[in-house]
């Protein structure tokens, strides 16, 4: 299945393979992994994948649940013996993103919407101009020694204490 490569007319990179007589395009700037990753075709109301209906016209109807995936990681190779078919769970944490949490959309502060299922996310892409503007200070190394060192300011004593306790403890054990 060969890769074509081509511009919508609105300057949109379009990236299109065809299977069974029929085309499917991928978005590769997209800001949604999915629309970045996956060739899809519309059908009527229905979004075909193409990994799904090519795992399908093999092995018949995906069970309901399962995921089909990529085994050399690239959704680009939906050649049959790449793709697998696996349950969700198993699948989402083999990517390294079982956590539970919904799909939200969110507003970056740049003014652009995203989707992200992580609870912190504020930003919508590493590349965001505004993001790249306002480094967020909280990140930096330095803030966290700075956060470290405030911490042990504060409760010297308590740590002074901990550690006299941790020592007392271990002479005893030497001894016995
Ligand atoms: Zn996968
Ligand atoms: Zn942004």
Redesign the pocket.
């Known amino acids: 299945m060969e890769i074509t490569r081509t511009v919508s007319r609105r300057g949109v990179p379009i990236e299109t393979v065809e299977w069974n007589g029929k085309v499917y395009r991928r978005y590769p700037e997209s800001n949604r992994r999915s629309n970045r990753d996956y060739f899809v075709r519309g059908e009527g109301r229905k979004l075909l994948l193409l990994h799904r209906e090519i795992w399908k016209e093999a092995h018949g109807p995906i069970p309901e649940g399962m995921?089909v995936?990529?085994v050399d990681?690239d959704p680009g190779n939906n050649a049959l013996e790449n793709l697998e078919c696996m349950d969700r769970r198993a699948?989402l944490k083999?990517?390294g993103d079982a956590k539970e949490f919904p799909v939200s959309t969110r507003a970056c502060p740049c003014g652009k919407m995203f989707e992200t299922r992580s609870p912190r996310r504020k930003w919508c892409s590493r590349t965001c101009p505004v993001r790249k503007a306002n480094p967020v200070r909280s990140a930096t190394r330095e803030y966290q020694r700075e956060v470290a060192a405030r911490f042990r300011e504060r409760h010297r004593d308590r740590i002074n204490e901990n550690q006299r306790e941790w020592r007392r403890k271990r002479r005893e054990q030497e001894k016995s």
């Open positions: 995921h995936h990529h990681g699948h083999m990517h």
